[in-house]
C-alpha cells in the first residue's frame, strides 16, 4: 500500500474522531439534548471517552504504518495493511457521520 493511502485512512480517522469528539461536548450544552449511547455516557462519566479515542487512534496509526516501516512494502504484508487501512476508513467514516449527526441536532 502506498503511503499516500495509508496517510489518507488515518486522516479520516483522526477527522472523524475529532469532530464526534468536539460536536459532542458543544450539543451537550444545549437543554434536551441528551448522549443516547449507554456506553459513551459511561466512559464520559468518568472521564475516559476522550482518552480511549487518543489510545485507539493512535495504536490504529501505529498499526497502519510500523509494519511497513519496519519490513518495507513487502506483498506478504499486504493484507494486513489493506486490513487496517479499512478499518481506520470505515470507523473515520462511522465517526464523522456521528458528528455530523450532532450538528444537525442543532437545526
Excluded at 485507539?56 to 504484508?77: D, N, R
Excluded at 486490513?83 to 457521520?97: P, S
Aim: glycine content about 4%; aromatic content about 10%; proline content about 6%.
Amino acid at each position: 500500500m502506498s503511503k499516500l493511502i495509508q496517510t489518507a485512512s488515518c486522516s479520516v480517522l483522526i477527522l472523524g474522531v475529532t469532530l464526534d469528539q468536539l460536536s459532542t461536548k458543544f450539543v451537550l450544552q444545549f437543554p434536551g439534548i441528551y448522549e443516547a449511547n449507554p456506553t459513551t455516557v459511561w466512559l464520559m462519566s468518568m472521564n475516559l471517552w476522550l482518552p480511549l479515542d487518543v489510545i485507539i487512534v493512535l495504536i490504529s496509526m501505529l498499526a497502519t504504518f510500523l509494519p511497513s516501516i519496519k519490513f518495507g512494502h513487502k506483498p506478504a504484508l499486504a493484507p494486513i495493511s489493506t486490513m487496517f487501512i479499512t478499518y481506520n476508513l470505515v470507523f473515520g467514516i462511522l465517526r464523522l457521520a456521528c458528528g455530523m449527526y450532532n450538528l444537525t441536532l442543532l437545526m
